[in-house]
């Protein structure tokens, strides 16, 4: 039997099950109802939850020493059931979650029921956010103090961050008459339960400190009752804001199509009609150059659905990238992002530096960190919410600490799990802004960035909370040829890197399937030998618990069309996020091990090595009970790869814990380039017996 919520955000599945127990020399039945209440979410989400709650009514049989074989058998029919059922509910479920309304319920700002907050102002509740002026000495990230004080504290009230700070129904976009109207009109930038201060729950009165970032507009805080799920809004704060909430911010560099360009994108609150947007840098020793930029930004109107057209939506400000050109190879720069406003000053951002690029096949050291689905994290508690990317924050700073050797990053795939709520993509380019802006940070696509019904994604899911690619494709750079077809290749010296879009149809025949071919076959493997694939959903190998129910260990229809490709090419390493853990094989070709060496590969090409590398920040990922010999290493933690390369033929692969930075798997290819044209299974070149 199901049960309708009473909340669109919620599926409530009401279990009529069998409770066995002993009953003297007779074996009792009756019926217990078990009502489990989850949030909609993927599929293995909701088998975890379920099956741990069915876990326990399936303890709940009490067999005594002396049962007989019949009631042992009755009560293993009676566990079967009790799978079936589950089986059979996972299916429905996933079904329902898909056409949730608002998007992936573990965004913490969608536990937020924006749609119920009533208005009951107390005159004896207060809350009061100090200091009133922010970035005063040039900061783009500040602590805020918030006093509150509520004569009636409970332990569900909490505070939320709103801007801009006018958030009452006043500046409510109109409706088409099929959404409803709500009082506030959109979610808060971030929240934080009032009990997280001890003094809360004795006095009423405590002190909450906040980190805000400059998102180019003011801010006020909120005291609400109630919970999330039926808030009621007690107390509005004063109004805060940064000096120059326009200023420009948070610059995201990427390479360019060519080998001797760097794009930097950066966010600001300027429009062309305000202000000339450039960037100057120079070498040390050179004198200044400015390259102009473009500006872009997109609507409430270029999202697909709810939430990101609804409660998530948040103007994104303008998006601005220059390109800067003719760099020479692996010299340092300087740089800084400009607006000449139209009385002729201009506007400055902080100094930055970077290194360009090595020329396609230049023999130096090269260090590359790879990662998927990281998502973002608070550093002041707040979003506590099911702590849904709870290594996002230790990743990110194991790589600013290892900064100085690391020359590029690719984070492959569901990048903030903003999932609809735009306010998130700033929180994100401010998080990773260290990082970003010293070193390329390349990206790509994922479920969490793309998919939404009908929108021409491959999946018709609600993954990325109405969002359809739009913000992804225009908070940061990346060298396609079309941004909404979100596949690239990319040289960096000795490697060249195949990304993929598993979001569009990658199978034989299809307008991608030529671009990964062409991309792989392009590459000259005498001046760049070390050839890297990379996607997010895992279309090689994975023995994730999903994958596992499956039977397949890929992605449904992965690996069909693309194996003869990685096998033809010669692609040494293809890595994977989509599933939160880390995983690699043996060099497998058709699901065959080609070399059961595990922590050295030399001589000629065998097969490819495939890598999960998903636990960069989000949520875990089980590994299926089976355990394949192709699985040569498995690690259920956080963590990100470094790929090293000294020379055309040594390559140094690490696996490191984000927790501690310290290498948990490694291994190392030594390949010759002979060793790269030698013939192998699948991949030889024809050969005539003519002279």
Not at 438 to 457: C, F, K, L, Q
Not at 531 to 560: C, K
Not at 590 to 595: A, G
Request: hydrophobic share 35%; aromatic share 14%; proline share 5%.
């Amino acid at each position: 039997m199901f049960c309708l919520p009473p909340k669109k955000r919620k599926l409530v599945f009401c279990l009529f099950l069998p409770n066995v127990f002993e009953g003297g020399d007779v074996l009792e039945q009756k019926t217990q109802s078990s009502e489990i209440q989850i949030s909609c979410d993927c599929k293995d989400l909701i088998f975890e939850k379920l099956k741990d709650s069915l876990g326990v009514l399936a303890s709940d049989f009490h067999l005594s020493v002396t049962a007989k074989k019949r009631k042992l058998q009755l009560a293993m029919m009676a566990r079967n059931f009790l799978f079936v059922l589950l089986w059979f509910i996972v299916q429905v479920a996933s079904s329902l979650c898909s056409s949730q309304e608002y998007g992936r319920g573990d965004q913490a700002l969608s536990q937020i029921d924006i749609y119920t907050i009533n208005f009951a102002l107390y005159h004896s509740a207060s809350i009061h956010a100090s200091p009133l002026v922010l970035g005063s000495q040039g900061e783009d990230t500040e602590w805020v103090n918030v006093d509150i004080s509520n004569p009636e504290p409970s332990s569900d009230d909490w505070v939320g961050v709103f801007s801009p700070a006018n958030f009452d129904s006043s500046s409510c976009a109109p409706t088409d008459g099929k959404e409803i109207a709500p009082f506030i009109c959109s979610a808060p930038i971030k929240y934080m339960y009032a009990k997280s201060n001890p003094d809360y729950m004795k006095t009423g009165n405590a002190v909450l400190k906040f980190i805000l970032i400059n998102q180019r507009a003011d801010f006020s805080f909120a005291l609400f009752t109630g919970g999330l799920s039926n808030p009621t809004l007690v107390a509005i704060s004063n109004h805060v804001s940064f000096i120059n909430p326009k200023a420009p911010v948070y610059p995201r560099l990427a390479l360019g199509k060519n080998w001797d360009e760097m794009s930097v994108t950066w966010t600001s609150g300027y429009s062309i009609g305000e202000a000339v947007p450039f960037v100057e840098w120079s070498r040390k020793g050179t004198q200044s150059r400015r390259s102009p930029a473009g500006t872009l930004t997109f609507t409430r109107n270029n999202m697909c659905g709810a939430p990101a057209r609804t409660v998530g939506w948040r103007d994104p400000g303008f998006i601005h990238t220059a390109f800067l050109k003719d760099l020479w190879p692996n010299l340092k720069y300087t740089y800084r992002m400009g607006h000449e406003l139209m009385n002729g000053s201009i506007i400055w951002s902080k100094n930055f530096t970077f290194k360009s690029s090595p020329y396609p096949g230049q023999d130096s050291l090269q260090r590359v960190i790879i990662f998927g689905d990281m998502g973002k994290g608070e550093r002041d508690g707040s979003n506590e919410y099911n702590d849904y990317q709870p290594g996002s924050l230790n990743t990110t700073d194991q790589l600013i600490k290892d900064l100085k050797n690391i020359d590029i990053v690719f984070h492959i795939g569901d990048i903030t799990y903003a999932n609809g709520y735009i306010s998130q993509w700033d929180q994100f380019t401010a998080q990773v802004e260290p990082i970003a802006s010293t070193v390329p940070y390349m990206i790509a696509s994922g479920n969490h960035e793309r998919d939404w019904p009908n929108s021409g994604s491959f999946y018709g899911g609600k993954d990325s909370g109405g969002e359809c690619g739009v913000p992804a494709e225009t908070m940061f750079d990346f060298p396609a040829e079309n941004k909404a077809k979100f596949w690239y290749s990319a040289d960096y010296g000795m490697f060249r890197f195949c990304v993929a879009d598993t979001e569009h149809d990658w199978r034989e025949g299809s307008e991608q399937y030529r671009f990964i071919e062409r991309c792989l076959a392009s590459v000259d493997r005498k001046t760049q030998p070390w050839l890297i694939f990379i996607a997010h959903r895992v279309l090689g190998y994975s023995t994730n618990d999903w994958y596992g129910q499956e039977g397949s260990f890929e992605e449904p229809m992965g690996r069909e069309s693309l194996q003869k490709l990685w096998q033809k090419y010669k692609v040494d390493v293809a890595f994977y996020g989509h599933v939160h853990n880390y995983e690699r094989t043996c060099p497998i070709y058709q699901n065959q091990c080609m070399d059961n060496a595990k922590s050295h590969y030399s001589g000629a090409f065998k097969g490819t090595i495939h890598v999960v590398v998903g636990g960069a920040g989000s949520h875990l990922s089980s590994f299926s009970s089976l355990k394949p010999n192709w699985s040569i290493f498995r690690d259920y933690d956080y963590g990100f790869v470094k790929l090293t390369a000294f020379d055309h033929s040594s390559l140094l692969f690490e696996y490191k814990k984000s927790s501690n930075g310290a290498v948990h798997d490694s291994f190392t290819i030594f390949r010759e380039y002979r060793d790269v044209l030698a013939c192998v299974r699948d991949s030889c070149e024809p050969t005539t017996l003519a002279s």
